[in-house]
């Protein structure tokens, strides 16, 4: 976007062009659509109550008109991830990692070994793009280069998102309002049926529905790890999705990953849930901190996924049974299946 020629041009031309361009000036209760001066004369016709009253001067006022149109800019940017490559460092002895590790979007890739093994520092890698600056000395690659300041500026802060086991909100604000917070200072379009979606796709997750009016802060952690998922695929735009053991945070974790897919997103994952391994294209296998091997999911192990996600749906409808105050006898039986 050209920002001088957007600061000069008629203000109700500019929210017609660009109707997102309505929320800056609504939230300052500004009926922009009738205003045809421009921005500038905007300014100098606005009363000094509207100065007091928000808090700000003329110039600060324009700065943030400048950062909204920039913004804009940045959201337009037609960038997109075609790769991330992790390349090899050293494990925990100094000795050269066994593999390096390409991740393309649309594939959920997770991390695997035992507690300790290094599996959340990868994550971290990733999450801060080593560039041999960190104890593994590995080197992170977005679309086969290093991620200079260039290309972290022209995705705009938006290239990684995280979601862990411990979340929680801080925030006075109903889950609605959080939303449309988000989707907003992203200068998103349409902000009100993306919050709509996020929480339908969040209580699809859930095993507990919420309301859009319920405070963030009275959410569950599964409620919470839910939202956020929701949030990542829907408002985000984050290409790169970083997950570290959400097996335990009451999600329903098929679908969280079918539709973190459907987005397109690079999922990496660290987990010890042989049904989440399973659900992936391939593991990383991690030993003494380094990346000992990459292993395909095979037509056999899919075919043993099937067996182990009823044995999981029946131990879930016994959990959900118990909590609710419920029997098991009609649920569950001694004659239940096995794996063959």
């Known amino acids: 976007m050209d920002t001088d020629k957007i600061l000069n041009m008629p203000v109700c031309e500019t929210v017609e062009e660009n109707p997102v361009f309505s929320d800056f000036f609504s939230s300052f209760r500004i009926s922009a659509v009738k205003e045809k ?56 002895s100094g000795h050269l990692e066994a593999c390096s590790l390409l991740l393309r979007p649309g594939e959920v890739t997770c991390i695997v070994g035992p507690t300790g093994s290094g599996k959340s520092r990868l994550l971290a ?16 690659l977005i679309n086969g280069n290093t991620a200079s300041e260039d290309i972290l500026n022209r995705f705009g802060g938006k290239l990684i998102a995280q979601i862990t086991q411990n979340m929680n909100f801080v925030l006075d604000m109903d889950v609605y309002s959080f939303l449309l917070l988000h989707a907003r200072s992203r200068f998103l379009p349409d902000a009100e049926k993306l919050a709509d979606e ?7 997750l859930s095993g507990e529905a919420f309301t859009p009016e319920t405070p ?10 839910a939202l956020m998922i929701a949030d990542v695929a829907c408002i985000g735009q984050a290409p790169v999705v970083l997950i570290d053991e959400i ?18 997103k690079i999922v990496l994952m660290a987990t010890h849930d042989p049904l989440l391994i399973l659900l992936a294209e391939r593991r990383v296998v991690i030993k003494n901190g380094g990346m000992h091997k990459i292993i395909t999911t095979t037509e056999q192990e899919k075919e043993i996924y099937a067996q182990l996600e009823k044995l999981d749906d029946t131990l879930q409808q016994a959990r959900n049974n118990l909590r609710n105050g419920c029997s098991l006898e009609s649920l569950y039986t001694l004659e239940e299946p096995g794996i063959g």
């Not at 996020?198 to 699809?204: D, R, Y």
């Open 37 to 92: 001066q421009s921005f500038s004369g905007l300014v100098q016709s606005l009363p000094e109550s509207f100065w007091e009253d928000n808090g700000i001067s003329p110039d600060e006022f324009t700065d943030m008109y400048v950062d909204f149109i920039e913004g804009m800019s940045l959201s337009d940017t037609d960038i997109a991830v075609e790769s991330l490559e992790v390349l090899a460092g050293n494990d925990k």
């Open 125 to 140: 890698d990733i999450e801060w793009l080593a560039n041999e600056d960190t104890p593994t000395k590995r080197r992170v």
């Open 198 to 204: 996020v929480i339908t796709l969040a209580n699809e």
């Open 216 to 225: 963030v802060t009275f959410l569950s952690g599964g409620q919470s790890r």
């Open 247 to 264: 097996e335990n945070a009451g999600v329903n974790k098929k679908k969280a990953l079918e539709l973190l897919v459907q987005k397109d």
